[in-house]
């Protein structure tokens, strides 16, 4: 599979090259959120701020109301479980046009329960004004920019950083507010986001071929969460739905689905797979997404208990991992 | 003296509000009043002689709540036009405890910025002159409630300020009790970083907190070398001398922000709340005696005052 590597880092500083109101701030945490290349092309627009991140939170927004852009760039556990009511009151309500970049969702990473990010969708599309969205592969990390630039309000970008996977075609973008349709079926609507799009997509070919019908949608933006495909395809499947998040249970993508579907009246089976209301524990992604269930055979696995048979799918038959070894280029650096 | 002037009226506001704000508690059977007690000189000083800023822009009679910001709300406004426009060269103010919102209010009357019927809007349905005050709130800019986030915010307008090549001052009224707040000694050490010497703060040692007498609830004394070690250039004052605040405001350091740690008196001008120590955050009436008690003061302000 083709990969791309600090497709962030280096997206950034193209991106910004003309717009002199962007402004990146770093909580101790440059290199390992990407935003190096940005400080050594833009020393003058890059605030090295510590580990503060509460006045972090509370600065953006200050710099926001003068008309500056600031991207708030650092571990996304460190947004918005240091942070939270500073970003609800000192950027959510007053609508500041506050960019709040978090890295390390979920299990990928081996830095255990302080540093996965588990509940940050959840919270982060609780609070008023604000906008949710998750890249799922290498194109759409770079496309994110683009696609919030006129957001005039808050964002929340819970981003991918190092080696990251070209899952998509570039000639057919991100767009915001928009699922992505993967492939069309009609026995079972699978809604997958950030990097268990990848899983999902090296289960769906052998799920084809064992005669299963998948109506495949990657959804990248969490909020607003209002794409009439995404209805179309809750109402689409004979056997019901699966969800498929980095992410807990509770809240989520798996949540906001059961909302569209309760408030459309769909009544079809949901089953939510990833974190089961628990906390990780620091270990490789690989293992993680295996013991938690988070990977392409935990899908096989509901799809078989969905459609009540027995597929008869082994690891070897599921298209090839892609690992990563804990010190390659997949990060940016230790932790 | 000539110079007695600006004290003469700086005075007068002071007891204005004081005056203003015991009215309200009586009437409301309740308010902040220790709150005008221990400020007054600090927002009259303010005011009348520390800002730079231009006439009032916004409306005598506030106009109700236009809901809350975001994108479909095309209406909003912030309360900042009571402090006169936005300019390069002009000062800007910011209030971070909000818990202060009635005696901002009764100073903006009292220095004709706001009518007396914007104040006895007070905490009614719909308006904006709330009890704990938000950014659309008369005289507020940012929504500073949840204590210990306006140092930051004001530190990022000042950053921005400095960026734009502004020269206006940016003054913030903050509480003693914000030093109990970890925020606020982050936000120190960043505004040292970065040497934003366009932060001026004021901060009312009252020396109390909802729970009572700080020294009680949690010490944050000496006040003066822990921020002074967060490199801050502080001045130490007594806040309820308008010529000791005036004269700490005119100091323009560099490289580093200046805090002015007004200490003051909870129950100046009003001995009789003493008795109520150390509960003093928010006054409610035990009974009707102790009512007239205090509108017995009120008549000799009125008197006083000529009112």
Redesign the interface.
Known sequence: MKTKTRVHAKKLVEWAKDKPEVLVLSADLTSNTEVDLFRAAYPDRF?S??M?E???????????????V?FFHTFAIFIYRRAF??IS??IA???MKVRLVGFLPGIVTPGGATHQAIEDIALMRTL??MTVVEPGDANEVAQVLDEIENI??PVYIRQLRGEVPVLFDESEPMKFRRARQLQEGSDITLFSSGICTEEAMRASKVLAERGISLQHMHVSTHKPFNDPAILAAAEKPKYGIITMENHTIIGGLGSEVAEVMAENGVGKKLARIGLQDTYAHGASRLYLMRTHGLDALALVERVEKMVGEKLNITEADLQEVRLNEVHSEAKAEAL | MSNEIWQDEARSVAAGIRRRVLEHTIKNNGGYLSQACSSAEIWASLYTKILNIGESEAPMIPAPFPGVPGADNENYFTGRAYNGPKAPHLDRFFLSPVQYALVLYATLVEVGRMSQEGLEQFNSDGSTVEMIGAEHSPGHEITAGSLGQALSQVAGIACARRKKGDTGRNWLFMSDGEFQIGQTWEALAVAKFYELDNISVIVDVNGQQADGAMKDVLNIEPLTSRVEAFGAHVVKVNGNDVEALVEAASIQPEGAPLVILAYTVPYYGIDLLEKRSPKLHYVRFKSEEERAEYAEILDLMNKEQGI
Request: without cysteine; glycine residues 16%; hydrophobic residues 30%.
């Open positions: 605030l701020m510590g503060t509460q006045n972090i939170s509370s600065f953006a927004g200050g710099l926001a109301r003068e008309g500056f600031p009511d500073q009151m000192s309500y007053p609508n008023p004004n005039d309000g």
